[in-house]
């Protein structure tokens, strides 16, 4: 069960590292003393889990089926994947707003299959009411472009 | 008669013109906060200090608490509607309130939040009127140790929060205990897990992770779902699908006056109370409810109770601030920067030295709790219309508010990166099966549960045995005992392995 044998790893690599900020010094508890036990605990569980049966999310257990089953849902969550991994990168590169904008466009178009009107329409809506709210209302400073 | 005599003091401070016009103000402006993911009551408030100087003490803090409990409102409306919640003790509405949403009861759970809210507001500000001071020095009572024992009961208890079964959601706790210790260690000013990344010198920040695991998550969730594109989710038309039927109302009325008396209790205690209280609540109405199978797909207790001890406890967290001058959160200790601000200084003597203050707030919670809900009842139509909106557009409008919202936090990407990391992370527990919601409200009490170990073992010299001494930590650690071993007892019992222990013990 990859979750909870990755959940052990992570446990692991964290006794490692916290052991080094130490657990005790000068008669009082140091700085490694909660992350060892928060570790130890997520260790010792993460290993009871591996040996639980994965009980059926929500969507399997009303649809009877996993839920990414189907191709079109597979690729729309693999768009938003993607989509939000770029979208950071894009942020400094476009700016806060327009690149925000583009994500709404192309998820729009790529991942929900919504007709080009309505993709830019809800693009040009959600920029320019995020722009009004958070920069003309609330006056956050958003990121600009690296070009402009 | 002499409460009558306050009171009436406290109203004729609050009933002006000027003060109600500030009280509808103050909890419009919070309930706005609260919607928006991100800005959190403690920022506005900073934000709206400067303002405050220009008012008269009484309308100040009354500004300052309306923002407060309106948000505190406002983090539910987007728990219920887009699983996104406004601040931390709204996480536990994600839980049944979404649900609620997704059955197309959106409108019943947010009117019952508001009624609740408001019936609980009241009940806290009678409770504060007649016995808040006397009680107040209970918060002196509550040092280290028995913080830190309270929220090890709390930790406890969230493992009986959410879906799955108690091995996952002690894992998820472990994992949000562990998550909290990143950053600077407050204690020796050690960096923790932070890899020579400056930004992570802070840790990490609670609504971006709760806009990660909650929101985006569920984004994600949603995306992965067949024939989501053009889906709506269900939403009642008329106003009779818009409020509570009358048995959701009759179901609500004792979880509503449970989560009071527990909100108003645990709201008195400094670092962390009131926001224990909404999970403590929930707790409760699970164990208890004749409908135990509906909890986490929709049951209205789940919505009520926690709701109620939600807002009964942010009315009482004032208690310790104006009675002790011990603010028991981070907004409190905002109002308290007001207050010193304007020449106050709460503790002891200000009942005495500034009554009409005193019992001006009280009297304005009462008002700020009727205004919310006049204002927000009528509303309830116009925020389950949103769900109107296609799914597939609504999942990419909610992605673009997560990330302002986390950007204008600290004008950060790093920020933003954080959300986007949770969301991949939350969504990926989910699929197998692990529930975030334990994740995240162990990530909340974490950091202060730490801080309240530690300093409890430097009072006992390094000795665990402290928080045996105190009775009150030592009562905490036997219910949290109780909790944890009850189970297995009782399985044990059930499958009668205890019987035959027994039996061969006797023989």
């Known amino acids: 069960m990859p979750a909870a044998l990755i959940l052990a790893v992570t446990a692991v690599v964290a006794l490692v590292i916290a052991h080094d900020y130490g657990l005790w010094s000068f008669g009082s508890p140091g700085a490694g003393l909660m992350p060892c036990l928060a570790a130890a605990g997520l260790l010792v569980t993460s290993l009871l889990a591996l040996r639980e049966r994965r009980p059926a999310t929500d969507a399997e257990a009303t649809e009877g089926a996993p839920a990414t089953e189907e191709p079109t849902a597979k690729a729309r969550l693999f768009g938003y994947g993607v989509g939000l991994l770029v979208l950071p990168p894009a942020i400094v590169v476009l ?10 466009l192309v998820l729009l178009r790529a991942a929900e299959r919504a007709r080009w009107r309505t993709a830019i329409m809800a693009a040009a809506a959600s920029t320019a009411l995020s722009w009004l ?8 400073p958003l990121p600009g472009s690296v070009f402009w | 008669m002499d409460i009558l005599n306050n009171l009436a003091l406290g109203f004729g401070e609050v009933l002006t013109p000027l003060n109600l016009l500030i009280a509808f103000i103050g909890v419009f402006v919070g309930t706005a906060v609260g919607v928006l993911p991100g800005l959190g009551p403690t920022a506005t408030i900073s934000l709206l200090l400067p303002i405050s100087i220009h008012l008269d003490r009484t309308s100040a803090i009354i500004l300052l608490s309306g923002i407060y409990y309106g948000a505190m409102y406002g983090g539910s409306i987007t728990s219920i509607l887009i699983k996104i919640p406004g601040e931390a003790a709204s996480v536990i509405t994600c839980i049944d309130g979404y649900q609620m949403a997704r059955k197309g009861r959106a409108g019943a759970a947010l009117g019952i939040s508001a009624i609740g809210s408001f019936v609980a507001g009241t009940l806290a500000t009678i409770g504060i009127a007649c016995v808040g001071p006397e009680i107040a020095s209970v918060a002196l009572a509550f040092g280290p140790v028995e913080r830190a024992a309270m929220l090890a009961l709390g930790l406890v208890l969230i493992m009986g929060i959410g879906e799955g079964s108690r091995v996952r959601a002690a894992s998820m706790i472990a994992l949000g205990l562990l998550l909290g210790t990143v950053g600077i260690d407050a204690v020796s000013g050690e960096e923790r897990f932070v890899f020579d990344v400056p930004p992570m010198r802070d840790g990490f920040s609670i609504p971006v992770v709760a806009m990660g695991l909650f929101g985006l998550s569920e984004v994600l969730a949603m995306a992965g779902q067949a024939e989501a594109k053009a889906k709506i989710m269900a939403y009642g038309h008329g106003l009779r699908n818009l409020l509570p039927n009358r048995e959701e109302t009759h179901r609500s009325v004792a979880p509503v006056l449970r989560g009071s008396v527990i909100g108003f209790l645990l709201g008195l205690l400094p670092g962390g109370g009131a926001m224990i209280s909404s999970f403590v609540s929930y707790l409760v109405e699970k164990k208890i409810s004749r409908h135990k199978e509906e909890f986490g797909h929709g049951a209205i207790e789940g919505v009520a109770g926690p709701e109620a001890a939600n807002n009964a406890g942010a009315q009482a967290s004032f208690i310790p601030l104006l009675c002790l001058g011990i603010p028991a959160n981070a907004v409190i200790g905002v109002i308290m920067g007001a207050l010193l601000i304007q020449g106050i200084t709460p503790g002891p003597r200000l009942i005495v030295e500034h009554p009409a203050l005193f019992w001006g707030v009280i009297a304005s919670m009462f008002v700020g709790n009727l205004m919310l809900v006049v204002l927000n009842i009528p509303l309830v139509g116009l925020f389950v219309s949103l769900l109107r909106v296609p799914q597939g557009i609504m999942s990419v409008l909610i992605v673009v ?21 949770f969301g991949l992370l939350g969504y990926g527990l ?16 974490g950091p202060m549960f730490e801080q309240s170990l530690r300093q409890g073992l430097i009072i006992g010299y390094g000795d665990p045995v402290v928080f045996l001494k105190s009775p009150i930590s030592a009562a905490f650690l036997g219910l949290a005992a109780l909790v944890l071993l009850m189970p297995q007892f009782v399985r044990a019992s059930r499958s009668g392995v205890l019987r035959s222990l027994l039996a061969g013990k006797a023989r």
Request: a positive charge.
């Open chain 2, 430 to 445: 989910r699929r197998w099966a692990f529930d975030v919601a334990p994740l995240l409200l162990a990530f909340v009490l």
């Open chain 2, 401 to 421: 508010f997560c990330v302002i919202g986390a950007y204008s936090l600290n004008n950060s990407l790093f920020d933003v990166g954080t959300m986007i990391g």
């Open chain 1, 133 to 140: 709210l958070f920069v003309r209302l609330l006056h956050v």
């Open chain 1, 95 to 104: 700016g806060m707003l327009p690149a925000l904008g583009l994500f709404v």
